[in-house]
């Protein structure tokens, strides 16, 4: 690693310019972000941190007006943006310009098709590929508040100090090992403005129970989860200070009538008579009056197929963990508990172990074993396939 030159903050409109576009002939870039955003519905961004294999500097988004030279970094199609999870730093682009940065590389993928937990974090993956040791303690900082400590620099900035290398021994890695198409199509997700658009009257889905409702209580959930998108955007507040998800699930259960039957769920603050009290009890009348056709569609029944659900689970589960430790990918990266579900359910649409690199890895076995044309023998903690051909230990 070349000898790191001291941290700062730019704040002057022309330092900003010229260090971006020196960074912008680097090629690739190290991008990270630190915002507060527990008090509002749109994250405040606090700093920005860029970082190239000669340098990383933090930029002071509170000090600049003009961030345009920013996004035309950011938006630079020659110049690859390298983030470790990164999803939520670049929503914050996608909701302050509404685009998406491209082409990026986030090495917490790529370290989840390398052995590491889909969940890898920065510090972990940094000392396994660099033997760094990243600075820790900050990340519940106000990184609102002016000035800086040192030691949230230091802090802000091994963000992204060590991305450049990172990415080049990644690369490496996943070449050598026959891995480097899986990141593209992961990769892709990222970059798709798809990903960070919210669609109101989807987002009832996200409440934890929802497909315990019927079709006629799902919608007064859709209809008051739709109105808290709205007034959480309009007032800038976070989605749970309008209304919880457990309230919402509790008035779209109960179906409360007026206010004396609203006051009885459970978390809500609504003084009686106040606005909000009102637009909800006129988002229940009006959900229950919609003819059928409008209502939400129920949630996909599972219909039971032959032999026991839950053994047929426990059976490709333990396929998935036998290939996880042969193929070193974490189970949780190849495929989860719903697509087994709905697996063993007889769904084979929408599921992603039965795309791409995964059905290579599991998928093909996976729809063989339902098939009946594998058996799965499990000897302690050795896995037996057995095929019509053979019987081979994996």
């Not at 010229?18 to 507060?36: I, N, P, Q, W």
Request: hydrophobic share 45%.
């Amino acid at each position: 690693m070349e000898k790191e030159p001291k941290g700062r903050v730019v704040t002057d409109p022309a330092e900003f310019r010229d260090l971006v576009a020196a960074m912008r002939e680097s090629g690739k870039v190290g991008f990270d972000t630190e915002f507060v955003g527990e008090r509002t519905y749109f994250p405040r961004l606090c700093l920005i941190q860029l970082g190239t294999k000669t340098m990383s500097v933090a930029v002071d988004p509170l000090a600049l007006v003009d961030l345009s030279p920013l996004d035309d970094l950011l938006f630079d199609p020659s110049v690859l943006k390298l983030v470790h999870a990164g999803w939520q730093d670049l929503k914050i682009i996608h909701q302050r310009t509404g685009r998406v940065p491209a082409p990026v590389f986030d090495t917490q993928i790529a370290a989840a098709l390398l052995g590491f937990p889909a969940q890898a974090a920065y510090a972990s993956v940094v000392h396994e590929f660099l033997g760094a040791e990243v600075k820790k303690g900050h990340s519940y900082s106000d990184w609102a508040a002016r000035p800086l400590s040192p030691s949230q620099l230091a802090y802000a900035l091994d963000d992204v100090r060590y991305l450049p290398a990172l990415h080049d021994r990644m690369v490496e890695r996943l070449g050598r090992e026959g891995r480097l198409s899986w990141i593209e199509p992961e990769i892709a997700t990222l970059s798709s403005p798809a990903s960070y658009e919210v669609d109101p009257l989807l987002e009832y889905r996200r409440v934890k129970g929802w497909m315990s409702l019927d079709r006629r209580r799902l919608a007064v959930l859709r209809a008051l989860i739709a109105w808290r998108e709205g007034e959480a955007r309009r007032r800038d507040v976070p989605r749970r200070r309008v209304l919880a998800d457990e309230s919402a699930l509790a008035i779209a259960r109960g179906k409360p009538a007026n206010e004396e039957a609203l006051r009885r769920v459970r978390g809500l603050e609504w003084k009686s008579g106040g606005g909000s009290a009102t637009a909800v009890l006129a988002l229940v009348r009006d959900a229950l009056a919609l003819p059928d056709s409008q209502l939400p569609e129920a949630p996909p029944s599972r219909p039971r197929g032959n032999g026991d659900r839950a053994s047929v689970v426990g059976l490709l589960g333990a396929l998935v963990r036998s290939r996880s430790r042969v193929h070193r990918v974490a189970p949780e990266v190849l495929t989860n508990a719903d697509e087994l579900e709905r697996l063993a359910a007889g769904e084979r649409e929408g599921i992603a172990v039965l795309e791409g690199w995964r059905f290579d890895l599991l998928g093909r076995e996976l729809l063989s074993l339902l098939d009946g044309r594998l058996s799965l023998v499990i000897h302690g903690g050795e896995v037996v396939v057995e095929d019509r051909n053979a019987t081979v230990k994996r």
